[in-house]
């Protein structure tokens, strides 16, 4: 088979709701593992009110956007000082569209993800972070809950996104998560080698892993582009996984 290849990309990872006029616009916050020791607090909460409440005006000079505080009782924490189980916990966070907030409902219950904002106090969450309903958090609840294993002490986790190729203009369209590839995560120094397989999301998950610097690379099909520039460097640490998103490109 032909050398084959993919085009790696790290995402920046994003600390804080852009200020974007007309749309929200912010990375993708990675997942759970890189997510967290980002976060000031990560818990399990039901929504018991909200109420919409003014702001200071922005000191850049900026249209000032009103805002929602969340009041969450907290069921489960994992993260943050005074996030207790039993306890309420206030979060703010914008009314969306452009100013990137969060679209709670009272009486639902969410895994959030909030940090403290940039000179201030209390605690901000949006769309631009891993908050979600709870019934979403699966896979998030199942590394929270299991993170402090010795088998999930390191790891490497990512995505794989594939892209058709027009035969005409040859440009290149997103079609969705690549499923069932194989990816190889190879520690550099003594070649240690550990595979996974990307799951009906086109993430795949390597834990059990030592820290260290990791190549990186999938196993495609050969009606993608050879593997030239198939591989990327991956610095494991202690409490932050490395992470990586692929772009599969086909031939042209």
């Given at each position: 088979m032909a050398p084959l290849r993919v085009l790696l990309a790290l995402v920046a990872v994003a600390t804080w709701p852009a200020r974007a006029a007309t749309a929200c616009s912010c990375a993708d916050p990675g997942p759970p593992c890189r997510a967290l020791p980002r976060s000031d607090a990560v818990f399990v909460g039901k929504v018991a009110e909200i109420?919409?409440?003014?702001?200071?005006?922005?000191?850049?000079g900026s249209v000032r956007r009103p805002q929602r505080r969340v009041r969450l009782v907290v069921e489960e924490s994992f993260r943050g000082a005074g996030v207790e189980r039993g306890g309420a916990l206030e979060v703010t966070t914008g009314l969306g569209g452009g100013?990137?907030?969060?679209?709670?409902?009272?009486g639902q219950r969410y895994l959030v993800y909030a940090e403290h904002p940039t000179g201030g106090d209390g605690l901000y969450t949006g769309i631009c972070s891993r908050t979600r309903p709870l019934s979403d958090a699966a896979v998030d609840?199942?590394?929270?809950?299991?993170?402090t294993r010795p088998e999930r002490a390191a790891g490497i986790e990512g995505s794989i996104d594939e892209l058709a190729r027009d035969p005409e203009t040859k440009d290149t369209r997103w079609v969705g998560p690549m499923r069932g590839v194989t990816?190889?995560?190879?520690?550099?120094?003594?070649?240690?080698?550990?595979?996974?397989?990307?799951?009906?999301?086109?993430?795949?998950?390597?834990?059990g892993i030592t820290f260290g610097k990791y190549t990186v690379r999938v196993k495609l099909p050969d009606t993608f582009v050879p593997e030239a520039t198939t591989r990327d460097d991956v610095t494991v640490e202690s409490g932050v996984c490395g992470w990586v998103h692929m772009l599969a490109t086909p031939q042209p």
């Open positions: 109420t919409e409440v003014d702001t200071d005006p922005p000191r850049d100013d990137c907030g969060y679209g709670f409902e009272a609840l199942d590394y929270l809950r299991t993170r990816v190889v995560a190879e520690r550099q120094g003594d070649g240690r080698r550990w595979e996974a397989k990307t799951d009906e999301h086109g993430w795949f998950r390597i834990w």
